[in-house]
């Protein structure tokens, strides 16, 4: 079994990757403490490849992966071929997902979210990299805690807690 050590990042590669370049580019500024394994650095994929050899790629890149960062913007909840199968994996795989929102929104954005996200375990965050690299450190371990007692409903970060929705 492949020790899980890596950070996965899910995106619109159309419209957001900067937003990916940017987080790469805080892990390698040491004036921030910010810092993600990137399981995209395991294996390249070509946009020219088939789909499943993409997917065959990407799903090795999943499989070492610790934690599944999803970075929601403007047309993230229209996307239809990679990022609903990636959500998808992470989803099956119990893998602590961590929604990002491109637009500054400390808590779930239901105008941007995919569906398949809003009712289930995960935490959302603003795109920040303190709060980013709080959720990757913090995170995993709360969403075991709050899987083994089965615990559904989606979480946002403040003041040092995550909160609940409908509680």
Known sequence: MAYRTKIYVAFDGDTDIHYYYLMKAWTNNEKFEFEINDAHDI????????????????????????????LVGENTKYLRKFVPWEIDYALR???????????????????????????????????????????IDNWPDRFLKLKQANEKSARYYTDETYKSYGL
């Open 93 to 135: 795989n119990n893998m602590p997902i961590i929604v990002v929102n491109l637009n500054g929104k400390r808590d779930r954005d239901n105008d941007r979210c995919p569906a398949v996200l809003r009712d289930e375990l995960v935490v959302h965050v603003s795109f920040n990299h303190k709060i980013i690299q709080h959720a």
């Open 43 to 70: 294996n390249y994929s070509r946009d020219t490849s088939k789909e499943e050899s993409i997917k065959s790629q990407l799903r090795v890149r999943l499989q070492s992966s610790k934690v599944f960062i999803l």
